[in-house]
């Protein structure tokens, strides 16, 4: 069995390593370890503590990885990478991922994020998947689990990355529909006609008219198929008004 040294230092990244458990002595024959390393990914870790920022450094380095550390999301935000993934501290008491995520949306950003915590909750840990962590990797990281985690993404990281900037182009375009517009398109992904839609918002048909057509020339759309497929790919869905 080889450990795997850190080119950032030279040094033996092994067992007894604060931030890592007794689990992370890897063998090169590791196949996920070997599928992530070969990925040669870049790690960009938001981390407050400088300490713990340092080590999962040396750990990324470790697993033959770029790495590159922020101290929290403002510093990341100047500086917004358009590749990489995130390993970011849950904290809710700052909104958790899920404040992260919409941070980078509002700037029309979208990386594959990993979230990371002491002792997190299963709620918390259920939270943060629902806001669109890829993964939740309790601290102190094991590095078999964090190269496997690496392995995934990178696998699926071009889907992903295309569903995301999806979401967020279409969210992006719902944003710029007045309330009465999003409620029109509401009712129209639920199958309903000028008409119908006239009944429940308890105004004309004409009126109905009006803003569906506002509402398609704003979206870019020139069908309501099209229309609809921004809702859903805006992950709002047609259960809810906007």
Known sequence: MELITSPATGGWFGPN???WSHSDVQCRGSRDTI???EQHLIIRFVEPSSRIRAELARGAFALGHHAEV???LDELADHLP???VLVVRDDPARGGVSAVIDRLADHGHWLPLIATGENPSAQQIVAAMKAGALDYLPLPFEA???AHSLAQIADEITHLGDARRRMIEARGRIASLSAREREVLHWLAEGSSNKNIAR???ISPRTVEIHRAN???KL???HAAEAVRLRFESGMGAGKVA
């Open 144 to 146: 078999r689990r964090f």
């Open 82 to 84: 358009e590749t990489g």
């Open 215 to 217: 509402m398609m020339a």
């Open 35 to 37: 599928s992530a390393m």
């Open 17 to 19: 390593h604060p931030l």
């Open 70 to 72: 922020y101290a929290d």
């Open 220 to 222: 870019g759309a020139k």
């Open 200 to 202: 429940q918002l308890a």
